[in-house]
């Protein structure tokens, strides 16, 4: 089975700008999470995507957006760039299970993004 | 406010002792714990979980504890290996918030031969 892939791997924007980052979920998983992970920090959940809607939303404003399609791909938006916004975005597929049990996410490897 | 802290930042142990990573966190309502390791360059991988009404589970060299009371767990590496020279993360899933997983800062584990 394949893993979670995404892209591009690393990615360098100035203040301002725009960008999108793209993620291909593990084989037979329907949800996909994004997770922003800073220098020294721990990943910081950002929102996550069931059947192609929003269903939950870490503390992140309206510039962070993202998409998920039927074939369980996803993207994550950024308007607006802020130098904060320089960090390792960590994109993670999962089954939703009808039975109670950890939600156990398999993540990608990261696209690590700069902003100047 | 960090809900989920492991307040080591990091932990050198030698080979074939044991590791002991530690969590602590704020919120009663979490009902699972995992621990998540992390090589450079590459995502988290799951590791090992508890649900919030054990205290215990074990899974060949790992061992995790859970200490409700304390709003504490840890993780018991023994015998560690240079191999689990690593990024670890303790993590928290809120059903209050679909299962939102909760992560602590790490703490970076080094194995030395």
């Known amino acids: 089975e394949t893993g979670v892939t995404q892209s591009p791997t690393h990615l360098i924007k100035t203040r301002g700008q725009q960008v999108t980052l793209r993620c291909s979920s593990q084989s037979g998983h329907n949800t996909v999470s994004w997770y922003q992970q800073a220098l020294g920090q721990g990943p910081q959940f950002i929102f996550q995507?069931?059947?192609?809607?929003?269903?939950g939303r870490g503390n992140f404003p309206p510039r962070f957006s993202g998409l998920q399609f039927p074939n369980y791909s996803s993207e994550l938006n950024v308007n607006a760039l802020e130098l904060d916004d320089s960090a390792l975005y960590l994109c993670?597929?999962?089954?939703?299970?009808?039975?109670?049990?950890?939600?156990?996410?398999?993540f990608g490897a990261g696209s690590r993004l700069t902003v100047l | 406010d960090q809900q989920v802290k492991q307040n080591s930042p990091s932990l050198s142990v030698q080979e074939g002792r044991i590791s002991i990573l530690n969590c602590d966190y704020t919120n009663s309502m979490f009902d699972y714990f995992l621990w998540y390791k992390k090589y450079p360059a590459e995502g988290p991988t799951f590791l090992i979980s508890?649900?919030?009404?054990?205290d215990k589970n074990e899974d060949g060299r790992f061992t995790v504890f859970l200490n409700k009371s304390a709003k504490h767990l840890s993780l018991h590496i023994v015998p560690s290996q240079p191999g689990d020279s690593a990024v670890y993360f303790c993590?928290?899933?809120?059903?209050?918030?679909?299962?939102?997983?909760?992560f602590g800062g790490g703490t970076r584990l080094m194995v030395k031969p």
């Open positions: 508890i649900s919030s009404i054990k």
């Open positions: 993590v928290a899933s809120d059903p209050n918030a679909g299962n939102m997983l909760t």
């Open positions: 993670a597929s999962s089954l939703v299970r009808l039975s109670s049990g950890a939600n156990v996410l398999t």
């Open positions: 995507y069931y059947r192609e809607e929003e269903n």
